[in-house]
Nanobody, 114 residues
Framework: QVQLVESGGGLVQPGGSLRLSCAAS????????MGWYRQAPGKQRELVAT???????NYADSAKGRFTISRDSAKNAAYLQMSSLKAEDTAVYYC????????WGQGTQVTVSS
């Protein structure tokens, strides 16, 4: 059984920053891709960023230049550093392990509002 637990969400003003963390536990292979997705009200879940075990990253266009994904394979953890946040970044952010058919966390709410 694999469990993913996100933390670090909250309310932030436009232009602010947040750092999301994801802690994974269970039978985990280090070769898994880890990623962050988000889902805003009334919208489909969308990719934010992914990172391979080798450190290769991929970002959605909306995240490029503002968000940075990282991972600590020794700790089975992933992080998403978000800066220059906009109102349209408001969503529930989900940690993922192994792609869309893999494992998901319960999500953490990020609200960007003044």
């Amino acid at each position: 059984q694999v469990q993913l637990v996100e933390s670090g969400g909250g309310l932030v003003q436009p232009g602010g920053s947040l750092r999301l963390s994801c802690a994974a536990s269970g039978r985990i292979s280090s070769i898994y891709v880890m990623g962050w997705y988000r889902q805003a009200p009334g919208k489909q879940r969308e990719l934010v960023a992914t990172i391979t075990s080798g450190g290769s990253t991929n970002y959605a266009d909306s995240a490029k230049g503002r968000f940075t994904i990282s991972r600590d394979s020794a700790k089975n953890a992933a992080y998403l550093q978000m800066s220059s946040l906009k109102a349209e970044d408001t969503a529930v952010y989900y940690c993922n392990l192994g792609g869309r058919t893999g494992f998901w966390g319960q999500g953490t709410q990020v609200t960007v509002s003044s």
